[in-house]
């Protein structure tokens, strides 16, 4: 038994030691280093908010335009860094791995943690935001803070599990397909417009997406976290009638993610160690 | 070989290991798309090792030698506790430390302090055990305030400095070494040779692929794979001299270039770490 819990504190060592690995490769010499993680999701924010806020900016359901931006692409982040770093992970260590004895899932799990790491950060940076637009100046305040901002909690594993899910399925399937990389590269893209970050899905006011939007499980993670900025709580049943976040949904997407991606990794297993 | 068997590092009994191989490599889902499409997506049973059997004992330093595709890799992955073999097993009475090429599972942005505690947690050592033998592979390595330095400024003699002086530092019972060893300049080779022949007087156990003779330095013992079975295991000088015969004599041996036995004489410890993966 003790033997077993050695082992797994020297696992959660080793899951510690590549997580901040990751996090320094991240922004490795950079200027202002570990900074640019609260600076990124600003800029691109401002970016973002200057080219659509025309377009979609009226159609956020009561929510400033920026920090629906900003919380839209935070958490959607967590899902993206993830999945595509871990796409390679283990091809990468493959000099390693062919002669260790190491659980293989420890490394796309590093990498879930990391992102998660990188949204602690951008979640400084909206944090920021909505300090500054929450301030009765430029005629606002435009945000009101709500005590319901901390019930993210409820929404970070699911999206983690989810994340982790996907992010087994893909080191595995990438020793065996290295083109995937590609293919996965537009998946993402796709899945980053099917996703309402920048726009919403009244101010598209098509019956079909209201209708198909409740089948992508980012979309309830992503509008779940703002139903809570907003001051909302998300409903815990999934409805079809209505487009609404569930948390019912995000937990379901987040179970089965993780029981088939773990499973192929397991199944695998033998075929990645004599594959790499 | 049955005798004191509480001795044995190292159990190998049965070895077989069969793989479902496509005639070519297929590592891209566009090429299974269009073999799949083009019908010539043929699956070949491959045995790869057939009922492989030995033992290693304490303190025992063992080559494994066989030409290139014979099963020497495989083996090795299913020895380490990577691989499942198909039916039989392999079985560890301690703690093996491969010796990585040149390099290998080190991250060029960290320093190479972070890739010590990096590379020795991915080898299985906690926090504690790796704090306690920092200073002794510092010295060794000889790196000085370079330790301090990121990976990537270091020159291959010293990232091969590092890398030894992790893998023979760390207490393991087993050392796992790829093709003999070129480390460093001739200072730093000779320290190593010396190392490993302390480490070898204390009792750890080597396990050494390779193609060269200059593992007669080590190795009493040496068991010849050739077409997934052991076709010799026994005296290292015995063995290498019908191994160095076979493959000079069989030129049109198949699945090996008729150039292929100028690979093996003369692979002196200046030979290239990954000399496994050269064609000849």
């Known amino acids: 038994m003790s033997k077993k819990t050695a082992r797994l504190s020297q696992r959660m060592y080793l899951l510690r030691l590549l997580v901040k690995r990751n996090i320094k490769n991240q922004y490795y010499r950079s200027f202002i280093g570990v900074l640019w993680t609260v600076l990124n999701p600003l800029l691109n924010m401002i970016v973002m908010a200057f080219v659509f806020s025309a377009l979609f900016g009226r159609h956020t359901d009561g929510l400033d335009y920026p920090i629906y931006i900003l919380s839209g692409n935070i958490i959607f982040g967590i899902m993206r860094s993830s999945t595509s770093s871990s796409l390679g992970c283990l091809v990468g260590q493959s000099d390693m791995l062919q002669k260790t004895k190491v659980p293989i899932e420890i490394f796309p799990t590093a990498n879930v943690f990391s992102a998660l790491v990188t949204f602690g950060f951008s979640f400084i940076a909206l944090l920021l935001v909505a300090g500054f637009r929450a301030l009765p100046i430029f005629g606002g305040p435009y945000f009101y803070f709500s005590w319901k901002i901390v019930l993210i909690i409820i929404i970070l594993p699911a999206v983690t599990v989810f994340s982790l899910g996907i992010s087994y399925f893909l080191s595995a399937l990438y020793v065996f397909f290295r083109d995937i990389k590609h293919i996965y590269g537009v998946i993402l893209t796709l899945w980053t417009y099917l996703t309402p970050l920048f726009y919403s899905v009244e101010a598209l006011k098509s019956e079909l997406v209201s209708k198909a939007m409740v089948f992508n499980p980012m979309y309830h993670y992503v509008e779940g976290f703002r139903e809570l900025l907003r001051g909302d709580i998300p409903q815990i049943m999934l409805s079809f009638s209505t487009t609404q976040p569930s948390i019912l949904a995000m937990y379901g997407f987040a179970a089965v993610s993780l029981v088939l991606g773990w499973l192929f990794l397991k199944a695998m297993k033998n075929k990645i160690a004599a594959n790499l | ?280």
């Not at chain 2, 799949?36 to 025992?60: M, T």
């Not at chain 2, 014979?70 to 010796?99: D, F």
């Not at chain 2, 080898?123 to 504690?128: D, F, R, S, V």
């Not at chain 2, 198949?254 to 093996?264: I, L, N, R, S, V």
Request: glycine fraction near 8%.
């Open chain 2, 1 to 280: 070989m049955e005798d004191n068997r509480q001795d044995v590092v190292l159990e190998v009994r049965d070895v077989t290991m069969k793989f479902n191989k496509y005639e070519t490599g297929v590592n891209s889902l566009k090429e299974l798309v269009v073999r799949a499409f083009k019908k010539n997506l043929k699956k070949r049973k491959f045995e790869c090792l057939k009922g492989v059997s030995f033992d290693v004992h304490r303190g025992e330093a063992v080559a494994l030698i066989g030409r290139n595709g014979a099963g020497k890799s495989t083996l090795l992955k299913i020895v380490s506790g990577i691989l499942k073999p198909t039916s039989g097993y392999a079985k560890r009475y301690g703690r093996i430390t491969p010796l990585l090429r040149l390099g290998a599972g080190f991250d060029g942005n960290a320093t190479g302090l972070e890739n010590i505690y990096l590379n020795a947690a991915i080898l299985g050592y906690t926090k504690k055990e790796i704090d306690a033998k920092i200073p002794e592979i510092v010295e060794f390595s000889e790196l000085g305030d370079f330790i301090y330095s990121p990976i990537k400024t270091y020159s291959s003699g010293m990232l091969a400095r590092l890398g030894f002086s992790i893998a023979v530092s760390m207490d393991s019972e087993i050392l796992l070494i790829d093709e003999i060893l070129a480390v460093g300049d001739i200072a730093f080779n000779k320290k190593c040779h010396a190392k490993l022949a302390e480490l070898q007087q204390k009792g750890l156990t080597f396990l050494i692929v390779s193609h060269g003779e200059a593992v007669k330095r080590y190795c009493k013992r040496a068991i010849w794979i050739d077409g997934g079975l052991v076709r010799e295991d026994g005296d290292i000088t015995t063995v290498f001299k019908h191994y160095t015969e076979a493959m000079t004599k069989k030129t049109a041996a198949p699945a090996t270039a008729p150039a292929a036995p100028a690979a093996q004489p003369q692979a002196k410890p200046a030979a290239p770490a990954a000399a496994d993966a050269n064609k000849k």
